[in-house]
Structure formats: structure tokens, C-alpha cells
């Protein structure tokens, strides 16, 4: 079933939300920034540095990431993380895949079937949860970087 709008707006707004919560509980401080056309999503504050974060949320088995239509180079400035979050269709509860953008690409590159980076320009990048297990929940991958 194909979501409105609105659904997709209040889905991707309950992953940000999810986010902070989760690293709040985690005493790292942590800002959502508001707008249709903001460069990241949540930005993370912690001994005098600040990193990004961009969350994309899906209530499927894969998760929407257009990522090399996004990230043309290496150079192309880029998120320091990114939380990938599904919520789960009966229950509304949430997992958390975390990764560094670096660790994103290499995904995406096996999503793809990739072996050096490219810019795509058509079609929508996505990863599958399943290929993200090592991933699940790993929060210390944005505490280590706070240290």
C-alpha cells in the first residue's frame, strides 16, 4: 500500500524523534533541525565538536537512502552518520542501524554490486535491513567518535 504524504511525513518525523530519544538516553545531546530543505537532520553536540546525522526510516524490509545520487565523490560533503531505522508494521516498535558514512557507502557499493564509488544519477539507491545486522542498535559507533 503506497503511503500519503502526510504518513511518510510523520514516519520519517517518528525515526528523528526515535534518534534523539536514543541518544539522549545515552546522555549525548542531541538537536532536530526543522525544514524541507535542511542539509542534515540531527546534529550532535559533544566536547566543544558537532556531527551530523541523517535518519531514514521505512516500515519495510528496505530502506530508501538515494545515496550516490546524493554523494557524487568522496569529496561531496556528507552526514558523519547515519541511523537507519525501521519500525515495525504491528507493533510500531523501532530498531536502530547505526553507521558511520563510510560504512554506509561500503553497503550501499554491495547493495549496488558496486567496486569503486560512482554517481548514479537515475533510479533511488536502497539497502536491505537484512544485509545491516551488524549494525543493529550499534550505538557505540557515534558514542566512540564522541570521545
Known amino acids: 500500500m503506497k503511503q500519503s504524504s502526510e504518513e ?6 517518528a525515526g528523528e524523534f526515535g534518534v534523539c530519544a536514543e541518544l539522549f538516553k545515552r546522555n549525548i545531546h542531541a538537536n532536530l533541525t526543522y525544514g524541507n530543505h535542511k542539509a542534515t537532520d540531527i546534529i550532535v553536540i559533544a566536547n566543544k565538536r558537532s556531527f551530523t546525522i541523517e535518519v531514514k526510516t521505512s516500515m519495510t ?4 537512502t538515494s545515496f550516490f545520487q546524493k554523494f557524487h565523490t568522496l569529496e561531496t560533503p556528507h552526514p558523519d ?3 537507519l531505522v525501521h519500525i515495525e508494521t504491528n507493533t510500531l516498535n523501532s530498531v536502530f542501524y ?4 563510510k560504512e554506509m557507502a561500503k553497503e550501499q557499493m554491495k547493495r549496488n554490486g558496486m567496486t569503486e564509488w560512482q554517481a ?6 536502497n539497502v536491505l535491513l537484512s544485509q545491516l ?5 550499534k550505538w557505540e559507533t557515534v558514542f566512540n567518535h564522541l570521545l
Open 98 to 101: 547505526v553507521l558511520t558514512h
Open 61 to 64: 524490509n528496505r530502506v530508501v
Open 120 to 125: 548514479i544519477t537515475g533510479g533511488v539507491d
Open 133 to 137: 545486522e551488524n549494525y543493529k542498535n
Open 81 to 83: 552518520f547515519w541511523v
Open 8 to 13: 511518510k511525513h510523520f514516519l520519517n518525523l
